[in-house]
């Protein structure tokens, strides 16, 4: 007797981000073969009111509650759900574990992008022109940039390579469409690079902690995820070193980027002593305490980046005249810069004055611990207009040394 297929059922739950919309199923464990109950994240109540919406989420996601009939033909949803859970799962549960945020990315692709547009399809039966015409819809349609497109594009890739090595669909080179979609993967994005003047000016704008924060991030080149990592028991004033052990992003504690980013970075004597003011100042100073915790939590939690970058670290750059701004009627001075501003313009700033003052490269990779030299010469060292006036200049005086030759013909 055939089995009949299920379409689970939905729950509230109280979670971290809210309450949210959880759709329960039973899956058959592979371990043993029994019936286990299984559950997937819909959406937050209060962006979903009621069961009939989230009724209707569920059905825009295209889940798959069901096990994957190859008879059938497979769907681009069942590739991509087989994909979501042998793939995107914990540190723990995975022999190649990806990060957190990796996941959460992962998982935005899919549900936003991909599935809607793809899940009902027969896998084998799209086209990569079709897809080539759909990415150039976005990027017209959306003003997308394009390492985002590439982004949907590669997600899409690994579902289909996914597929092929669980022999859910042949294992040939025609059978991944993706393999054929061509793809524009530069960025047209420019980092705002800070002068120390201009960095001076912000820092001076800023109030403690956010006045140390933005001096660690500014000196060390450390990432905001790794700032708020921080627990006291990484910093160590006696050997003048910083260890960096985790990270703190999209409210979880993660590990940090790469093998060459857990290295640890130096602690100059001029951010020490405004470590060890803040250390004085905190009611969160002990070893297993984070450095910059949150008050409104009673320092169980680290602060959160995205806050930090829109309550102080660009209103103090308004402040200082780097980003465009305007006085409201209320007499209040409001930012309104669209350019993209944050901790991470930092982490550029500092790799692009020490390229500037002419620090070995070996040097500025090992401070900015990335794992190739030539990640920091290509994306972090940018050249300020000053510079390239120079070297523009010694060339021309180069040739016009010969001036008076020309002047003669």
């Known amino acids: 007797m055939a089995q009949r297929r299920q379409r689970g059922w939905l729950k509230k739950e109280k979670r971290v981000q809210g309450e949210t919309w959880v759709l329960y199923f039973r899956t058959r464990r592979k371990s043993d073969g029994r019936r286990v109950e299984n559950k997937i994240p819909i959406g937050l109540v209060r962006d979903v009111p009621d069961k009939e919406r989230a009724w209707a989420q569920v059905e825009r996601l295209h889940l798959k509650l069901n096990p994957v009939d190859l008879r059938r033909g497979v769907t681009f949803a069942d590739l991509a759900m087989h994909y979501a859970e042998h793939e995107l ?16 990315g992962y998982e935005r692709v899919l549900r936003n992008r991909l599935l809607p547009r793809w899940g009902t399809r027969i896998a084998l039966g799209i086209e990569p022109l079709e897809v080539e015409d759909w990415l150039t819809t976005l990027k017209q349609e959306e003003d997308l940039e394009n390492p985002t497109l590439d982004r949907m594009r590669r997600v899409m890739s ?3 390579r996914h597929g092929q090595r669980y022999s859910l669909i042949p294992r040939s080179q025609e059978s991944n469409p993706m393999r054929f979609v061509r793809c524009n993967t530069t960025s047209g994005y420019e980092a705002m690079i800070l002068t120390p003047e201009q960095a001076y000016a912000i820092v001076r704008n800023l109030r403690e902690p956010e006045r140390t924060l933005t001096l660690l991030a500014a000196g060390t080149g450390l990432r905001i995820s790794e700032c708020l990592g921080l627990q006291w028991q990484d910093v160590s004033f006696a050997d003048a070193l910083i260890h960096v052990r985790r990270t703190w992003t999209c409210g979880q504690v993660g590990l940090p980027k790469t093998k060459a980013s857990k290295g640890p970075v130096p602690l100059h004597s001029l951010l020490a002593e405004y470590m060890r003011c803040w250390k004085q100042k905190t009611p969160y100073s002990q070893p297993g305490d984070w450095v910059f915790a949150s008050n409104r939590l009673k320092g169980k939690q680290p602060r959160v980046a995205n806050m ?12 200082a005249g780097i980003l465009s701004s305007h006085w409201d009627e209320q007499g209040r001075l409001v930012e309104d810069d669209p350019r993209r501003f944050g901790f991470h313009n930092l982490r550029h700033s500092l790799a692009s004055f020490l390229v500037r003052m002419r620090t070995d490269p070996k040097t500025v990779q090992t401070l900015l611990r990335h794992s190739d030299v030539k990640l920091t010469l290509q994306f972090y060292s940018h050249a300020v207009s000053q510079d390239r006036m120079a070297a523009a200049g010694e060339m021309l005086t180069a040739i016009l040394s010969h001036e008076s030759g020309l002047r003669a013909d």
Do not use: C, F, Q, W
């Not at 799962?89 to 945020?101: D, L, N, Q, Y």
């Not at 930090?308 to 402040?319: E, F, H, I």
């Open 158 to 160: 690994m579902v289909y």
């Open 89 to 104: 799962v914990g540190r723990s549960e995975s022999i190649h574990p990806k990060a957190h945020t990796t996941i959460k």
């Open 308 to 319: 930090l970058v829109s309550d102080y670290l660009r209103p103090a750059a308004a402040k």
